[in-house]
């Protein structure tokens, strides 16, 4: 009986990304990203079906691109930045003909909820210097509320100033361990 040899892969923080999106004063959308993620993936096939994945983002990288914005999104009214240093995530990769979901856990401000994000998986290469990659591009939606993100505003007219609905949009490229 022979047994699937396990491949072990690391994000390559230079080569991806970690973004949400969330509607502002209802007309409008914040792009906001983190800037430190770290993360690996643990597969035994080639097409990365049945993969375990980790990643845990730094909650003090948030950026986006306004610093008293970001000041209040670290604050307690929104990821509590001091006393929650990281946003984790756990699942695993299921496949379905070419359809990919990554489901799994996911941890912020430290409640932990079921999420299920799309995976478009781009393939697998070697780059210029020898070293295998592979890159996928995960979305999925989340509401902030169920994370403990509970602050919230009115505008004059009843329209919320951030909206409860986060887009999490990601473009990972992994590195294969040597």
Excluded: C
Excluded at 90 to 115: A, C, F, H, M, Q
Excluded at 130 to 156: P, Q, V, Y
């Amino acid at each position: 009986m022979a047994t699937a040899t396990q491949t072990k892969w690391a994000i390559d923080p230079t080569h991806s990304e970690v973004q949400f999106k969330v509607k502002h004063l209802v007309i409008s959308t914040v792009t906001g990203s983190f800037k430190k993620f770290s993360g690996e993936v643990v597969s035994d096939s080639d097409d990365f079906s049945n993969a375990t994945a980790s990643l845990s983002i730094d909650v003090d990288s948030l950026d986006t691109n306004q610093a008293d914005r970001d000041g209040h999104l670290k604050s307690d009214d929104f990821f509590s930045a001091a006393q929650h240093k990281s946003i984790t995530f756990n699942g695993k990769v299921s496949k379905s003909g070419s359809d990919y979901k990554l489901v799994g856990e996911l941890t912020i401000r430290g409640v932990s909820k079921p999420v299920t994000l799309d995976v478009d998986f781009g393939g697998v290469v070697k780059d210029p210097w020898g070293n295998i990659k592979a890159g996928f591009e995960l979305n999925g939606k989340i509401n902030r509320k169920d994370f403990g993100l509970a602050w919230s505003a009115l505008t004059e007219t009843g329209g919320m100033v951030v909206g409860e609905d986060v887009k999490l949009h990601m473009n990972i490229e992994l590195a294969k361990a040597s």
